[in-house]
């Protein structure tokens, strides 16, 4: 019997999952390894190497041998030039089914064999001021629509936290609109590489102080992004307010202006928008909904947390082998 395994590979994490043929998961591995470590000029066959100790491994704990693999699958950003190779995006709006057939067939020569890769979703245009673009995200988006997180007849849209921090907006099985933002790979630069680190608590609080999250996001509204942070080394500073204070702060200025930004693009471009879905982490997803509570232009947000037993990524890899397989 064939098995399968898909990687999915983020900016700081990257995981395996190996599958039965019928798509039910035998294994998974977990390495915090992700291609932001490419990026910031790291040797790419570190990366490569990482990925086939991953696989490897998986065959020794299941005893599988390689002839038994039918494929391997990977998505997010093994599919930029900083993966396996770098795939172009599908233009949005598009079909899931007509997604589905855009899969690139790559050689990865260190694994002898050939890499079938999902490519990664942008908007039209050929200004940046106009794109969007994920990688990774489009097939946790899958997921969700697979498990009836996304009804026909009314568009949704999904907040998708992470290092990058995307939306992706659906209606009746297509893909129709994107927005993407730098939210927890800044948050962490600002925390950790800046002054800033001397004024923050060792670690962020559990449950952040709605009111300051609120205050750091009305703060980037009234004084723009630059004044707002620096705000939060001023507290600290002066010792205006306890350490936990300015983290949610600085939390709520970094996040809240994903939230205006969403906004914008709802009143310009979604104005029927149906459904906000906020998909991920409980905690993060905790303070989105708060920073987007009372907002005028977008419905009340739901918190679907995330299933670590069976992620969303997984199921959208299994949504779409299903489709390709009835092509």
Not at 59 to 66: F, N, Q, S
Not at 117 to 136: D, F, N
Not at 225 to 231: I, K, L, T
Request: with cysteine; charged share 20%; net charge negative.
């Amino acid at each position: 019997m064939a098995h399968t395994v898909y990687y999915d590979c983020g900016n700081t994490n990257t995981r395996l999952y190996l599958l039965k043929e019928d798509l039910s998961l035998v294994t998974q591995i977990k390495a915090r390894y992700g291609v932001k470590e490419v990026a910031m000029g790291a040797d790419r066959s570190e990366w490569i190497r990482t990925l086939y100790g991953m696989y490897t491994e998986a065959l020794r704990e299941t005893g599988l041998r390689d002839g038994d693999i039918g494929g391997i699958w990977a998505s997010g950003m093994a599919t930029s030039g900083f993966g396996f190779q770098d795939i172009p995006h599908v233009c949005v709006p598009v079909s899931f089914e007509a997604f589905s057939e855009q899969v690139v067939r790559v050689h990865a020569p260190f694994f002898k064999r050939d890499v079938f890769l999902i490519p990664g979703l942008k908007t039209q245009g050929s200004k940046a001021e106009e794109i969007h673009h994920v990688r990774g995200e489009e097939t946790e988006a899958l997921g969700l629509a697979a498990r009836g997180a996304v009804p026909n007849g009314q568009e949704t849209a999904v907040i998708l936290p992470g290092s990058h921090t995307q939306a992706v907006f659906y209606r009746n099985g297509w893909f129709t609109d994107l927005l993407s933002t730098f939210t927890g790979e800044l948050y962490a630069a600002l925390r950790f590489g800046t002054s800033l680190a001397g004024v923050m608590p060792e670690q962020d609080p559990a449950d952040p102080d709605p009111e300051m999250l609120r205050r750091g996001m009305e703060n980037v509204q009234r004084h723009g992004f630059n004044r707002a942070v620096y705000m939060t080394l001023t507290m600290g500073r002066f010792e205006l307010l306890p350490s936990e204070k300015r983290a949610a702060y600085l939390q709520g200025a970094v996040l809240g202006d994903f939230v205006q930004a969403l906004q914008e693009r709802v009143r310009d471009h979604h104005p029927d928008l149906g459904r906000l879905v906020i998909a991920g982490d409980p905690k993060i997803g905790r303070i989105y909904q708060i920073l987007l509570e009372g907002s005028s232009l977008l419905p009340p947000a739901e918190l679907l947390p995330a299933d670590a037993e069976n992620p969303w990524a997984l199921e959208g890899m299994r949504m779409l082998l299903q489709h390709r397989a009835a092509l």
